[in-house]
Each structure stands twice: as structure tokens, then as C-alpha cells.
């Protein structure tokens, strides 16, 4: 019984002796919003605790690309990998020989530490893996797209209406190429939002998203000026100024999230957007529901356009 004791010991000092152990890390990963990559490599059984015995080797797939000479204090690193450093030079004495490396150089793949102590050493494998996803949450996405399509939609009916109650044909080309810029520059920011990563085209898309919104307040008041003829009511004002205030909020979430990743205040953007598309609704029903009334005022002369198809599906 002692025999196999004292082997079980014996072994373990000898083993101790010749190996340095690691925390056994076998993969980390790098996600689209790291902007510097920690590869851990912790050794667990240092025995002297001086980085002047130490040597440190970093690979990636068998290519030394850093070293760190404790004797000397002196670093060598590959072209490929200007950026790796330690991540801290005073606690490689207490075991740590984490490599830190900006996002760009740290290439997905295996990396190997190995570390000498004396005569001691040691390697370890970490796997550096990359999840390339989205800026935003999916379900943050489809809020931000799922508010301003409704305000730009809320925005097309609600020309349809004006169209319906008669405008000039400078008025229409106006008002439908307002629309069809805010649209294209809308469904542009969509598509550049939703790809992976969080590069300066998700960005700009955010911005293509939130920023040409403004266009949709002065649509919306100018709207119900022609519908209203003019005669603007506390109501009416108070539509334009509600949705200018959902505007204002939108904006701030687009300043709040334009350099955060992960954008925290994702939610920000969508209350914004939500309040211009529900003032979008709110002063559509109001135009149908009170535009109608003022019919007895002698009617504009009717400009018939080609574009102005939907005048026949709208309320007369
Ligand atoms: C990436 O960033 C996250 C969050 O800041 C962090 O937990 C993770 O360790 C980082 N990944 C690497 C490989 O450094
Ligand atoms: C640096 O990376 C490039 C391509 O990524 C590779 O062709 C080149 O051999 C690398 N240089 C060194 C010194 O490893
Ligand atoms: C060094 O180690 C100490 C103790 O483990 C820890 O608190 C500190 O954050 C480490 N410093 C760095 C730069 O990693
Ligand atoms: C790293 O090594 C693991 C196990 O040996 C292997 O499954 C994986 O494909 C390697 N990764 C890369 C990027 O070579």
C-alpha cells in the first residue's frame, strides 16, 4: 500500500519537476465586437515566480510569431503581428503568459503557448475562433425596419388621401419624390444593417435608417396643411410636434448606439421610430376621419396625373 503511495507521489514530483501544467482553456472566441483578442495561457505550477528564468513562445499552426525573453525583457514578434504584447508583463511571475492582439491580426485558428521556466516547460493549444454575427440583435432589427416601414407606408397612404382631395402637379412630384428617396435610402440602410460584422457599412446603415427620417416631419405637416387647407388646428400641430420628438429620440439612440458594439440602446432607436410611425397613423385616421367633413369648401380643380393611381382606392 505505501509503495503504491509513495509511486503516486513520486510521480507526481517528477512530473511536477519536468512539465509545466496550464489551466486547460481549449478554445476562446472572438466576436464581432472585440476590438483586442486576450489568448489565455495560465501556467498553474511555476516554481521559482521570476519572469528572469522564463521564456515564452506563441505559434499560430506551427509558425513561432512572438516570443518574450524574460532574461532580457526582450520581444520579438512577426510582421503579421505587430500588435501581440502580453497582456501583462508582472504577472507572468505569477504564471500568466496571455497574449493580447488586436482584432484585425488575431486570425482565427490554433495557437500554441509554450513556456520555459528553467528547465521546465510546458505548451498548451487554445483554439481561436471567430462568431461573426450581426450588429444588432435580430429581434432589435426587426423592430427598427418593422417602425420606420410603417411610417414610410402611413406616409404613401396618407399622400394617396391628399392626392384624393386634389393637389397641384408640383405638389405630387414633390410629395412622391420625397417618398421615393426616403423609401430607397431606407430599404438601403436595411440591408446594410442586417449584414454581419460591425464595420462602417452596418454603421452607415444605421444612419441611412434613423438620420433621412427627418424628411417624414415636414411630409407630415405639409400633408395635413394641404388637407386641411391650411386651417392647421392644436390637433394637427400637435401631431408634427410628436412625431419631431419621436425623431428626436431616434436620434439620440442612433447617437448612442452608433459607436457602441453591442449597441445597448437598441431600444432607444425603436421608440423613436415606433412614436413617427404611430403620429404617421394618428394623423392618417385624423385625415380621413375630419379631412372628409371639410368637403364643403369649394373643391381645388382636380389635376389628373398618371401617378395618381391610388386616388381611386381612397375615401372620396
Ligand atoms: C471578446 O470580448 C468579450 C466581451 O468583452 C470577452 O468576454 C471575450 O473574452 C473576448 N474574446 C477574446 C478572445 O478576447
Ligand atoms: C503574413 O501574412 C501573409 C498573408 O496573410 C502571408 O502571406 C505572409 O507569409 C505572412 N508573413 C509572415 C512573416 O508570416
Ligand atoms: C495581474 O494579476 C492580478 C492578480 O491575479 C490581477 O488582479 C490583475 O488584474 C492582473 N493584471 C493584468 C493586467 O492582467
Ligand atoms: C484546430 O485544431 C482542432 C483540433 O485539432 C481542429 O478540429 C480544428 O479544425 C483546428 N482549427 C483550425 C482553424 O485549424
Known amino acids: 500500500m505505501w509503495a503504491l503511495g509513495a509511486w503516486v507521489l513520486l510521480g507526481a514530483v517528477c512530473a511536477g519537476s519536468a512539465q509545466l501544467q496550464f489551466n486547460a482553456i481549449k478554445s476562446v472566441e472572438k466576436t464581432i465586437c472585440n476590438k483586442t483578442v486576450i489568448l489565455p495561457c495560465i501556467v498553474t505550477n511555476l516554481a521559482q515566480k521570476g519572469i528572469r528564468a522564463m521564456f515564452v513562445k506563441w505559434k499560430l499552426e506551427k509558425n513561432e510569431f512572438f516570443s518574450f525573453d524574460g532574461s532580457t525583457e526582450e520581444t520579438h514578434r512577426n510582421k503579421n503581428f505587430s500588435s501581440a504584447v502580453l497582456e501583462s508583463v508582472q504577472n507572468l511571475s505569477l504564471g500568466s503568459a496571455s497574449l493580447s492582439i488586436s482584432k484585425t491580426q488575431a486570425v482565427p485558428g490554433n495557437y500554441s503557448c509554450e513556456v520555459t521556466e528553467s528547465n521546465r516547460e510546458g505548451e498548451t493549444v487554445i483554439e481561436l475562433i471567430y462568431r461573426v454575427e450581426p450588429w444588432f440583435p435580430q429581434v432589435e432589427s426587426i423592430f427598427i ?148 367633413c371639410k368637403k364643403d369648401q369649394p373643391p381645388k380643380k382636380a389635376v389628373e396625373e398618371p401617378l395618381n393611381d391610388a386616388k381611386g382606392v381612397m375615401l372620396e
Open 145 to 292: 425596419i418593422l417602425f420606420l416601414v410603417c411610417a414610410i407606408l402611413f406616409y404613401w397612404i396618407q399622400l394617396g388621401v391628399t392626392v384624393s382631395k386634389g393637389t397641384t402637379f408640383q405638389e405630387n412630384i414633390g410629395l412622391i419624390l420625397a417618398g421615393i428617396i426616403i423609401s430607397v435610402v431606407a430599404v438601403v440602410g436595411f440591408i446594410l444593417l442586417v449584414l454581419d460584422g460591425f464595420e462602417p457599412k452596418n454603421q452607415a446603415g444605421l444612419g441611412l435608417i434613423v438620420l433621412p427620417a427627418v424628411i417624414l416631419v415636414p411630409l407630415q405637416y405639409f400633408l395635413l396643411k394641404i388637407v386641411f387647407k391650411n386651417n392647421l388646428l392644436l390637433f394637427e400641430i400637435l401631431v408634427v410636434v410628436l412625431e419631431s420628438l419621436g425623431y428626436l429620440i431616434a436620434v439620440i439612440g442612433f447617437a448612442l448606439c452608433i459607436t457602441a458594439c453591442p449597441p445597448k440602446n437598441g431600444a432607444v432607436v425603436i421608440a423613436g421610430l415606433a412614436i413617427m410611425a404611430l403620429m404617421a397613423v394618428v394623423g392618417l385616421i385624423y385625415m380621413i376621419a375630419l379631412g372628409s
